[in-house]
């Protein structure tokens, strides 16, 4: 690291998280490399301009670039400090798939130099940065790599999970606690020193694996809470009972907390983390894989309902509100919401509009059904039922008057003085998931 205390930077992967950590990076004043497989990424960057939606972002990225601190490039650079922040999905079979992960310190590997520090932040399996160190210590025998030599490491290796939620990214990656977890001990001090110059929340340092864990189990934890919250609301709407109204009522108990229901769970972490925790110990965690089972099945349900009460109305026009994974974002990934449309569009064809400030366009799946985009004030104009999958703040803020006469299904609890459908026979309840 450099005297001025100021490291040169590496972030490989520009995405959700890479970015916005980049653009901090270099409001500390570092320069930051950024790389990126997409040549549209890398050059809409350059321009100072951002491929993603999030608050403030926009403004960062471009002075920052102004001030010749972030650039992006399709190829790793030399650097102080690398951070890995590329995608971790799963496949079919619900196994992690880290070969991004890998594939990103195979090419950080050839450029590193002695006094580097190289550290994972995208969300892993337990073990993954161990079998980046290997990898490394395979590719570059040369240097003595933490955990594998007796003598003092050339290099640290470090797991560095975010904390983020999206719409306040740019604040949380400043403000948030942060787990720093190395494959040494003096690999984690190493990586700490490196946070501290952006990140004004408690920096806690771990071994690689605790950290690793950590990460998986906060999103876990989330996962099985709401799974508790839609098995609920499946309840409620066989006994016939307003879910929301229940929770409200359970919450006045001074030790409780439900959480909300929803269409489902989506996004990349509450969907996805707690699979690699089952991956890694498939026979002890039944209760983490029966959440994963609620809230997927929810996504069903909610089909299954909208379904049901579109056949009721076999000529009405169908507004699906909303298609992110959760409000006020433009981050469609393992979007229930997405999905509930897109099952509708694909059977209901022409009758299907679609409601997503957030979009330009209608995701590809959607080509061939027919379905197209609208504006809100369209939708209250046009179509008789009203499908609320996401909680966005613009949908929250439409008044009764614009929406009394019309069939509405809300999956989100947002409109709880939406008159309930004639002939629905539980008194003061409307469709609720």
């Keep these: 690291m450099k005297s001025d205390n100021k490291p040169d930077v590496c972030i490989v992967g520009l995405g959700y998280i890479g970015l916005p950590t980049a653009a901090i990076v270099a409001r500390a004043g570092c320069h930051v490399h950024g790389v990126d497989v997409s040549q549209h990424v890398v050059d809409t960057i350059n321009r100072g301009e951002i491929h993603i939606e999030e608050v403030d972002l926009d403004g960062l990225v471009q002075a920052v670039v102004q001030r010749g601190l972030l650039k992006a490039s399709l190829s790793v650079a030399p650097a102080d400090v690398f951070i890995i922040a590329v995608p971790t999905p799963f496949g079919p079979d619900h196994q992690p798939d880290i070969s991004y992960v890998l594939s990103a310190a195979r090419s950080v590997a050839p450029v590193l130099k002695q006094g580097d520090v190289v550290i994972l932040e ?4 337990v073990g993954t940065t161990e079998e980046i160190r290997d990898l490394i210590a395979h590719m570059r025998p040369d240097l003595k790599v933490p955990g594998c030599t007796r003598e003092t490491p050339d290099i640290a290796i470090a797991y560095c999970p975010e904390r983020v939620l999206p719409g306040r990214i740019l604040e949380e990656l400043a403000h948030n606690d942060r787990s720093i977890g190395g494959i040494t001990p003096r690999c984690a001090r190493k990586a700490l020193a490196f946070y501290k110059l952006f990140v004004r929340g408690t ?53 409780v907390n439900i959480l909300q229901p929803g269409p489902g769970v989506g996004g990349h972490c509450i969907a996805v983390d707690p699979w690699f ?15 994963r089972g609620v809230n997927d099945g929810k996504i069903h349900h909610v089909i299954g309902r909208a379904d049901a009460l579109i056949a009721q109305h076999p000529k009405a026009r169908i507004a699906c509100l909303g298609l992110a994974f959760k409000a006020n974002i433009d981050d469609f990934r393992e979007s229930p919401a997405r999905l509930v449309a897109v099952t509708l569009a694909r059977k209901y064809g022409e009758r299907v509009s679609i409601v997503e400030p957030y979009a330009a366009q209608l995701p590809n799946e959607f080509d061939g059904t027919g379905a197209k985009t609208i504006d809100l004030d369209e939708a209250l104009e046009e179509c008789d039922i009203l499908i609320v999958l996401v909680d966005h703040d613009i949908f929250k803020v439409v008044p009764l008057a614009e929406r009394a006469d019309k069939i509405v299904y809300d999956t989100r609890g947002i409109w709880p003085d939406q008159p309930k459908p004639a002939g629905e026979a539980a008194p003061a309840l409307r469709l609720a998931s």
């Design 203 to 255: 920096c806690i340092a771990t071994d690689a694996r605790s950290a690793e864990m950590t990460k998986l189990v906060e999103n876990a934890y989330r996962d099985v809470n709401i799974a508790f919250a839609n098995e609920l609301s499946i309840v409620a709407d066989k006994m016939g009972l307003d879910v929301w109204e229940v929770i409200k009522l359970a919450n006045r108990h001074p030790r």
């Design 122 to 125: 995208s969300t892993s399996p």
């Design 277 to 291: 925790i089952v991956a890694s110990a498939p026979m002890e965690t039944p209760l983490i894989r029966t959440a």
